[in-house]
C-alpha cells in the first residue's frame, strides 16, 4: 500500500488551476492540487500509529498562510514538471517536511533538496514542456487560502487518491502522551543495560545473581562494539527516559536462494515498561525496525515470538516459519 502525507490547499479561484491540469497533469482527475509532505512510501505504519505520528510531530505547527503565484519548470529523474510556485508559507511547508524526514520518515529519505511546490504539469519530453511553460509563463493569478489541514493519502490501484487520514493544524494532542521514538546512541547504553535485565528477569522469571554480574561486566563493550553497526535498537523515551526496546541484529551470510543478499535480521529484546503497555508502542517499534530492514536491504527478519507477543508481529506480516531442517544447537 503506497501513501503520501500531503497538503490540498483550497482556493477560490481553483478552477484556473484545474484549467491547467486538465491540459497538461495525466493525474489532474485522479489527485486534487496539492504539495506533497511526504513522497510515496510502503512502509509497515498502521494508520493509527500514522495518526499518532502527526499528533506528535505536528503538536506545535499553527495554521499558516499560503500564496501561490508564478510558473516554472524542473527537469530530471522525476519527470519533466510543471509547477506552480510558493511565494508565502514555503517556510512553514519545508519546516513540517524537515520534522516529519528527520523521525519517522528518515529512513525513506532520498536526500535530495526539497523544494515546495504544486505540481501542475508532466509532460512527456522537454520539448513538450518548454512548450507548455511558454504557453502559462505569463499567467497573472495569485493563488492565496491558509493550510489548515494534513492528509496522508492513499495510492489506488489506478493512481487515484483516497484520504485516510486528516490532521487539523493547532488542534491539540487528544493524548497528553510524550513518548517519541528514535534508535539508541552510545550515551543510551546505561539505559538499554537497564531494559535487558528487566526483559531477561521477566522472560526467564529469575536472574541469579552471578549471571546479572556478568551481563553488566559484558553489555557495554558489546554495544560499544555493535551498536549503531551489526545492532540497531529502536527506542521509545518519555521524558528522555528510554521506556521501551527493540533490537535488530544484522546478520551477513554467504548469498544463498533463501539470502540472495546474503543478510537477514534478527529481533531481539522487545520489551515495554509495564505501566506503558497497551499504548502501541511495541507496534510502533517493530514498524521501524521493518522499515529500517527494507531500506538496508534484508533478505528476511527473523524472531521467536512469545505468546503475548504473537499476535503483534503476525499483524506485521510475520508468519509462522517452514524450514526444511530440524533445529538444533548445543550448549557449550
Given at each position: 500500500?503506497?501513501?503520501?502525507i ?5 482556493f ?25 509532505l ?87 519530453s ?11 509563463r ?16 492513499m ?48 522472560d ?59 543478510l ?23 514498524e ?17 515470538a ?14 509462522d ?12
Amino acid at each position: 500500500m503506497r501513501r503520501t502525507i500531503m497538503i490540498f490547499p483550497e482556493f477560490e479561484n481553483s478552477h484556473v488551476i484545474d484549467k491547467i491540469r486538465a491540459k497538461y497533469d495525466p493525474l489532474a482527475g485522479l489527485v486534487r492540487p496539492h504539495i506533497t509532505l511526504v513522497f510515496p512510501f510502503e512502509g509497515q505504519f498502521g494508520n493509527d500509529t500514522l495518526k499518532r505520528v502527526l499528533d506528535r510531530r505536528l503538536s506545535g505547527i499553527e495554521p499558516f498562510e499560503l500564496s501561490v503565484k508564478g510558473v516554472s519548470t524542473q527537469k530530471g529523474q522525476f519527470g519533466n514538471c510543471l509547477l506552480l510556485d510558493i511565494v508565502k508559507g514555503a517556510d512553514e511547508i519545508r519546516k513540517i517536511h524537515d520534522i516529519l524526514y528527520a523521525n519517522e520518515f528518515r529512513y525513506y529519505d532520498l536526500g535530495f533538496e526539497y523544494r515546495p511546490h504544486i505540481t501542475v504539469g508532466k509532460l512527456p519530453s522537454k520539448e513538450l514542456l518548454d512548450e507548455a511553460f511558454e504557453e502559462i509563463r505569463d499567467m497573472e493569478d495569485e493563488f492565496n487560502t491558509t493550510v489548515r489541514k494534513i492528509s496522508v493519502e492513499m495510492i489506488g490501484e489506478n493512481e487515484e487518491s483516497i484520504i485516510l487520514i486528516e490532521k487539523t493544524l493547532g488542534e491539540e494532542e487528544a493524548s497528553e502522551e510524550t513518548v517519541v521514538f528514535d534508535t539508541a546512541k552510545e550515551e543510551d547504553i546505561d539505559e538499554l543495560i537497564r531494559l535487558r535485565l528487566l526483559y531477561m528477569k521477566e522472560d526467564f522469571g529469575t536472574v541469579s545473581e552471578r549471571d546479572e554480574k556478568l551481563m553488566r561486566r559484558n553489555l557495554p563493550d558489546y554495544f560499544r562494539r555493535k551498536l549503531g553497526k551489526e545492532l540497531v535498537a529502536f527506542v521509545a523515551r518519555d521524558q528522555g527516559r528510554l521506556i521501551a526496546a527493540a533490537y535488530l541484529l544484522i546478520i551477513e551470510k554467504p548469498a544463498s536462494v533463501l539470502l540472495p543478499h546474503g543478510l537477514m535480521g534478527e529481533v531481539l529484546s522487545v520489551y515495554t515498561e509495564e505501566r506503558y503497555r497497551g499504548k502501541g508502542i511495541c507496534s510502533h517499534l517493530i514498524e521501524d525496525l521493518i522499515a529500517y530492514g527494507k531500506n538496508a536491504g534484508l533478505d528476511r527478519i527473523d524472531l521467536k515470538a512469545t505468546d503475548d507477543g504473537y499476535n503483534v508481529y503476525k499483524n506485521k506480516g510475520f508468519d509462522d516459519s517452514r524450514s526444511r531442517y530440524k533445529p538444533m544447537d548445543l550448549i557449550l
